[in-house]
């Protein structure tokens, strides 16, 4: 079983539109949890930060569900611009601090 | 967040040489990591750096193939040996960081570079 899956989509969507990602993880003691936005030939750059209360910014909402082992990701109001990959990554500390990384998520908004 | 500065951006290498990668930090910084992302695929992690020690490799990657130095805090190579074309990929370096007040490390990557082996 894989650490981290995603489902790869793509998603098209209009702009406007309210779309929502969900990646589930394997190991329960997973300690924190991040969602990045990865542009065509482009690094990943970190989007949010994912807090156990879950957290808010701007159009953006990240949850935790850690009894379910589950993240989500909410965009309101898409631009064409949220157009790129969403990957889920999971930081389990230990002697390695790993970072396990979802598949990836499509999203293509169109006009 | 650290900025992470890596060379070259591109290459394209004839099957059987080998190529160097730097990563450059411009901050000390205690875990850095390299990974392949081949194309339409997510990122793997080939292994992570140690600073003065030898770097510690993830399954199905090998020293022999994949030697990596760090000699300081800051600076990290990875050299792809004997290449072959499914060494064709994006590798990336990337560093942890933890911002004042946040009570875990952030992951960030440098820009990448790009492989071609013909």
């Known amino acids: 079983r894989k650490e981290v899956e995603q489902d790869p989509g793509p998603f098209n969507v209009p702009e406007g539109a309210t779309v929502a990602f969900n990646c589930t993880y394997s190991?329960?003691?997973?300690?924190?949890f991040f969602w990045y936005r990865q542009d065509c030939r482009k690094e990943p750059k970190l989007l949010m930060s994912v807090y156990s209360s879950g957290n808010e910014d701007g159009r953006f909402t990240a949850q935790l569900n850690r009894a379910s082992q589950y993240i989500s990701l909410l965009i309101r109001d898409s631009k064409l611009s949220d157009s790129a990959t969403y990957l889920c990554?999971?930081?389990?500390?230990?002697?390695?601090?790993?970072?396990?990384f979802g598949s990836g998520t499509k999203l293509n908004v169109k006009p | 967040s650290a900025v992470i500065s890596q060379k070259p951006s591109r290459d394209i290498c004839q099957r059987g040489t080998s190529l160097t990668i730097q990563c450059q930090v411009d901050?000390?910084?205690?875990?850095m990591f390299w990974y392949r992302q081949q194309p339409g695929q997510s990122l793997t992690l080939i292994a992570t750096?140690?600073?003065?020690?030898?770097?510690?490799?993830e399954s199905g990657f090998v020293i022999d193939k994949f030697p990596i130095s760090r000699p300081n805090l800051t600076f990290s190579t990875l050299t792809v040996s004997n290449m072959s074309p499914e060494d064709s990929s994006i590798y990336l370096c990337s560093v942890t960081h933890r911002a004042g007040g946040v009570p875990y490390n952030e992951q960030f990557f440098g820009p990448g570079t790009r492989l071609t082996v013909l």
């Open positions: 190991n329960s003691a997973s300690q924190s």
């Open positions: 750096a140690n600073q003065g020690s030898e770097a510690t490799y």
């Open positions: 990554v999971v930081n389990t500390y230990g002697n390695f601090n790993k970072f396990y």
């Open positions: 901050s000390q910084v205690t875990m």
